[in-house]
């Protein structure tokens, strides 16, 4: 009785197909088709994706995702601030400001209605007889008003900064750290205004947070060891600018400068082995501290 020929082996996603070639995982036959290049050999579809799943995804040294190289965050917030902005702009269309301010045609200076509702006010009196302001419990205001701006040259000026800053510092700390430093920041600065300045003076920008970059980006690069040498000339003309320039909330720039310097220190110096438990806790004490301040100056101010 003669023996039946060996029968060739197929691929095992495609049965019509020989192949002598077999995964070096799983060691199922596979066809050029289905073939994907491995540090040895060639592994089938399945053996990849699963290699995948158990492979730990990549981490910046302060233990944020790398997709903070794309810079999405910066992108997203830039465009919210544009986006208030045109709504600003919208919501004055029957006053007397050409684009939302009212200077230079309405490049600069001078408020809206939006800017009115969203600005850091501590207390004031509004012309029907009513008190608004953060001390009546408006205390979305100090989370908006880094959103608004008086004026596009404003607008501007804060967008350039945070496109050079914000991409730097997402692709160093990841999305969600840089996004809680600029947050936090930008809190810190409106606490600080709505705390330090005068009640009836109403406050509002980005540059708050903005301030709290600059601070995260010297941490951060002292942290890794670069050359700071040309963030602090830009940092001491900034605040400069902040005690001469008529109009500026130099507790705003100061407060977010110191915030955001606090919460730099913790994302960069949080030890590797409880990093994200150090990073959140301490965030969450910073604004546990935010919010005491605030409470203690609306207990200041009770009407």
């Not at 919460?263 to 082995?273: K, N």
Request: proline share 5%; with cysteine; charged share 10%.
């Amino acid at each position: 009785m003669s023996e039946s020929p060996p029968t060739a082996p197929v691929c095992y996603r495609h049965p019509g197909r020989e192949t002598y070639v077999r995964c070096t995982r799983c060691e199922r036959p596979i066809c050029p088709d289905c073939m994907r290049d491995a540090s040895v050999g060639h592994q089938c579809p399945e053996c990849v994706t699963e290699g995948r799943r158990a492979q730990r995804p990549a981490r910046t040294v302060f233990g944020g995702g790398t997709a903070g190289r794309q810079g999405y965050v910066t992108k997203a917030l830039v465009a919210l601030n544009v986006l208030a902005m045109l709504i600003s702009i919208y919501s004055d269309r029957g006053g007397d400001s050409v684009i939302g301010g009212s200077g230079f045609g309405g490049l600069a200076g001078g408020g809206t209605p939006i800017t009115n509702w969203g600005s850091v006010l501590g207390l004031a009196m509004t012309p029907s007889g009513e008190l608004e302001g953060v001390a009546t419990g408006d205390y979305y205001r100090l989370i908006t008003a880094m959103f608004l701006h008086y004026g596009v040259i404003h607008l501007l000026m804060n967008m350039w900064a945070l496109w050079v800053l914000g991409r730097t510092l997402e692709a160093a700390l990841g999305p969600a750290r840089f996004l809680a430093l600029y947050l936090i920041a930008g809190i810190g600065g409106n606490v600080a205004a709505y705390v330090f300045s005068s009640p009836n003076t109403a406050t509002a920008g980005a540059s708050t947070a903005i301030f709290g970059l600059f601070a995260g980006l010297f941490v951060i690069m002292r942290r890794l060891g670069r050359d700071t040498s040309a963030v602090i000339p830009v940092l001491v003309v900034n605040l400069a600018f902040t005690f001469l320039a008529p109009g500026i909330s130099i507790a705003g720039h100061l407060g977010g400068l110191v915030t955001g310097a606090a919460m730099s220190l913790l994302l960069a110096y949080a030890p590797p082995s409880r990093r994200t438990l150090v990073q959140a806790v301490g965030g969450g004490l910073i604004l546990l501290g935010l919010i005491f301040l605030t409470l203690a100056r609306t207990a200041a101010l009770a009407i």
